[in-house]
């Protein structure tokens, strides 16, 4: 049997274009997830640099994104002993600039790149491009896991995709704002209760401009309960995932293994 998994997502109010400042804070949330014997800290969908920060610093920002920032949260997650998911504007190989989140472990090794597949909004697609990608999962303490970004998980096929793939935990930085509480509330549980799998849901809260975040991340369960939620301040939110809650809903709910099934008939 796995041994069980301690994430914290790290509900922090955005600094935007701020890096240093981002990368001391990163630090101290480190510090603090580390000392409560945490092995993932998850921060907000585009954290490095702030999501509303428009076309032209994006442009700027993503020049200097991939080795210098990897490097510096690589760093902090070998300080820390723990692994550390985080977004920020990464450009690709064709020039255009995507909306990204990096997992990179304990030793520093960067384990999972993941671009946004759906963009929200003007806001969003003024900024990004988006890319679809084939569900990517890697093992992650003996858990099988993958990543999605805010707008994504709202989607059905994105999370069964990856569940299709074997995972047993999603990953989802966002940056979503108070207009929306449902998703957090309502719609990640469900998307964990339909694929039998945990959901990690770590958002932004306070102002940025003129978007107001909603705070509310959440870690909902394989049987759809609430594992851990925040308010509306900045606060560091834990929770264990443990692999006799997942071995239960898996034989209560089979939603995922009738669907396998269906495709794949017994000859």
Same mark, same amino acid.
């Given at each position: 049997?796995? =041994? #069980?998994?301690?994430?914290? $997502?790290? /509900?922090? *109010?955005? +600094?935007?274009?701020?890096?240093?400042?981002?990368?001391?804070?990163?630090?101290?949330?480190?510090h603090?997830?580390?000392?409560?014997?945490?092995?993932?800290?998850?921060?907000?969908?585009?954290?490095?640099?702030?999501?509303?920060?428009? =076309? #032209?610093?994006?442009?700027? $920002?993503? /020049?200097? *994104?991939? +080795?210098?920032?990897?490097?510096?949260?690589?760093?902090?997650a070998?300080?820390?002993?723990?692994a550390?998911?985080?977004g920020?504007?990464?450009?690709?190989?064709d020039?255009?600039?995507?909306?990204?989140?990096?997992?990179?472990?304990?030793?520093?090794?960067?384990?999972?790149?993941?671009?946004? *597949?759906?963009?929200?909004?003007?806001?969003?697609?003024?900024?990004?491009?988006?890319?679809a990608?084939?569900a990517?999962?890697?093992?992650?303490?003996?858990?099988?896991?993958?990543?999605?970004?805010?707008?994504?998980?709202?989607?059905?096929?994105?999370?069964?995709?990856?569940?299709?793939?074997?995972?047993?935990?999603?990953?989802?930085?966002?940056?979503?704002?108070?207009?929306?509480?449902?998703?957090?509330?309502?719609?990640?549980?469900?998307?964990?209760?339909?694929?039998?799998?945990?959901?990690?849901?770590?958002?932004?809260?306070?102002?940025?401009g003129?978007l107001?975040?909603?705070?509310?991340?959440?870690?909902?369960g394989?049987?759809?309960?609430?594992?851990?939620?925040?308010?509306?301040?900045?606060?560091?939110?834990?929770?264990?995932?443990?692999?006799?809650?997942?071995?239960?809903?898996?034989?209560a709910?089979?939603?995922?293994?009738?669907?396998?099934a269906?495709?794949?008939?017994p000859i």
């Open positions: 049997m796995r =041994a #069980p998994l301690k994430l914290a $997502l790290w /509900q922090s *109010a955005p +600094a935007p274009l701020d890096v240093p400042g981002n990368l001391e804070r990163l630090e101290a949330a480190a603090e997830a580390a000392n409560a014997s945490a092995q993932l800290l998850v921060c907000p969908e585009m954290f490095i640099t702030g999501y509303a920060i428009g =076309a #032209p610093a994006v442009q700027t $920002l993503a /020049q200097v *994104a991939d +080795a210098t920032w990897a490097d510096a949260v690589a760093a902090i070998q300080r820390h002993q723990l550390v998911v985080y920020y504007p990464e450009r690709g190989a020039g255009r600039v995507y909306n990204a989140a990096q997992w990179i472990d304990a030793s520093g090794r960067r384990c999972l790149n993941y671009r946004k *597949a759906y963009l929200f909004g003007e806001l969003d697609r003024s900024q990004f491009a988006a890319e990608q084939s990517r999962i890697f093992d992650f303490h003996g858990w099988k896991v993958g990543m999605l970004i805010c707008y994504d998980v709202e989607f059905p096929e994105a999370t069964r995709a990856l569940a299709l793939a074997g995972a047993d935990l999603i990953v989802v930085p966002t940056a979503n704002m108070a207009d929306y509480d449902f998703v957090a509330r309502s719609l990640v549980p469900v998307r964990a209760y339909e694929n039998q799998l945990f959901v990690a849901y770590a958002n932004f809260t306070g102002p940025e003129a107001q975040y909603g705070g509310l991340s959440v870690v909902a394989p049987d759809g309960a609430t594992l851990a939620q925040a308010g509306r301040d900045e606060v560091l939110v834990f929770a264990t995932l443990d692999e006799e809650r997942l071995t239960a809903a898996r034989q709910a089979q939603h995922v293994h009738d669907l396998t269906r495709r794949n008939p």
